[in-house]
């Protein structure tokens, strides 16, 4: 059982893909030196990942190896 909503996750999630969109998206624009190219890898790569990301936090929220949850959380 987590002590995490939904909606926490999916905010740690749209969080997350911005700040990480935008480096890919500034290394992409480095690298080739077109914004166009840059623009493209962000219409494709945030709500990809995003949606990846948000899957796998809802895959770990099943998961109970590795956690220390107090026993109030668990009854």
Not at 37 to 56: N, R
Request: no cysteine; aromatic share 18%.
């Amino acid at each position: 059982m987590s002590i995490y909503t939904r909606s926490r996750v999916f905010a740690k999630t749209l969080v997350w893909r911005i700040i990480a969109t935008l480096t890919g998206a500034g290394v992409t624009w480095i690298l080739t030196g077109e914004v166009e190219t840059a623009g493209k890898f962000i219409l494709i790569e945030f709500p990809l990942k995003m949606l990846f990301y948000y899957i796998h936090e809802i895959v770990w929220d099943e998961v109970s190896w590795g956690t220390n949850i107090p026993e109030y959380y668990s009854k």
